[in-house]
Nanobody
Framework: QLQASGGGLMLAGDSLKLSCTGS????????ISWFRRAPGKEQEFVGR????????DYVESVKGRFIISRANAENAVFLQMNSLKPEDTAAYYC????????????????????WGRGTQVTVSS
């Protein structure tokens, strides 16, 4: 299973770091992605990191502000969120997949084997 944590109530411009920890499966053999769901909106792909941590990929709206990293020895992935904006307000979820990195399958929630419970991030102006 996966567990996301670290959410909170923030002000625009603040920074926040979310964590995602895994247990019960071979964490280091899975690519990990972050998704978010804002109230009244569909789930959105935020970014991902390859199983070895060498590759990352982000949705355009967070490029240059969010950074994903991982520490496989700790079964953990992190989402560093900088320069937060009110439009970043959402429940954030981490998910794990073994599907191939290349292509578009990682952008679809149906491609994931494990999901964590969401952690709420609220950004006020």
């Amino acid at each position: 299973q996966l567990q996301a944590s670290g959410g909170g109530l923030m002000l625009a411009g603040d920074s926040l770091k979310l964590s995602c920890t895994g247990s019960g499966f071979s964490f280091s053999t899975y690519h990990i992605s972050w998704f978010r769901r804002a109230p009244g909106k569909e789930q959105e792909f935020v970014g991902r990191i390859s199983l070895n941590g060498k590759l990352t990929d982000y949705v355009e709206s967070v490029k240059g502000r969010f950074i994903i990293s991982r520490a496989n020895a700790e079964n953990a992935v992190f989402l560093q969120m900088n320069s937060l904006k009110p439009e970043d307000t959402a429940a954030y979820y981490c998910a794990a997949t073994r599907r191939l990195w290349y292509g578009t399958t990682h952008y679809s929630p149906s491609s994931y084997d494990y999901w964590g419970r969401g952690t709420q991030v609220t950004v006020s102006s």
